[in-house]
């Protein structure tokens, strides 16, 4: 299975669940980055074109609830495993084409970490 991305000026759009409350990356059940099936629920260029009209949207407009409806079903159908508490918040953020990365979460938030910015132990 090809991992399906979006790629604009030489970043990857990727899927984050910016609020607090529940992460739609990291609450997964078994979620597990050497899973394509995993790795493609991150990359989702439908997914990517849904939360980019989520973002246009007001907070109260009739059709933010209409489109989460809508990719809650998509999810849903595409992903049985994922969890989808998170998917009002999703936002995409653009990482640099080929850089090493993981999403973390606090509380729900989840962000992107890059490699080169943490500082890792060697034994």
Request: overall charge negative; glycine content about 8%; hydrophobic content about 35%.
């Given at each position: 299975?090809?991992?399906?991305?979006?790629?604009?000026e030489?970043?990857?759009?990727?899927l984050?669940?910016?609020?607090?409350?529940?992460?739609?990356?990291?609450?997964?059940?078994?979620?597990?980055?050497?899973?394509?099936?995993?790795?493609?629920?991150?990359?989702?260029?439908?997914?990517?074109?849904?939360?980019?009209?989520?973002?246009?949207?007001?907070?109260?407009?009739?059709?933010?609830?209409?489109?989460?409806?809508?990719?809650?079903?998509?999810?849903?159908?595409?992903?049985?495993?994922?969890?989808?508490?998170?998917?009002?918040?999703?936002?995409?953020?653009?990482?640099?084409?080929?850089?090493?990365?993981?999403?973390?979460?606090?509380?729900?938030?989840?962000?992107?970490?890059?490699?080169?910015?943490?500082?890792?132990?060697?034994?």
């Open positions: 299975m090809e991992i399906k991305k979006v790629v604009k030489g970043k990857v759009a990727v984050v669940s910016k609020g607090w409350g529940a992460g739609f990356t990291t609450w997964t059940t078994n979620w597990n980055p050497e899973d394509k099936n995993c790795l493609q629920q991150l990359f989702d260029p439908t997914l990517v074109e849904m939360c980019k009209q989520l973002q246009s949207l007001k907070f109260f407009d009739r059709d933010r609830t209409g489109l989460l409806d809508q990719m809650l079903e998509y999810i849903q159908k595409t992903y049985p495993k994922a969890f989808v508490g998170g998917i009002e918040d999703l936002e995409v953020e653009w990482v640099p084409e080929g850089s090493l990365f993981r999403v973390n979460e606090y509380d729900g938030k989840e962000e992107v970490e890059y490699f080169e910015q943490t500082k890792w132990i060697k034994a």
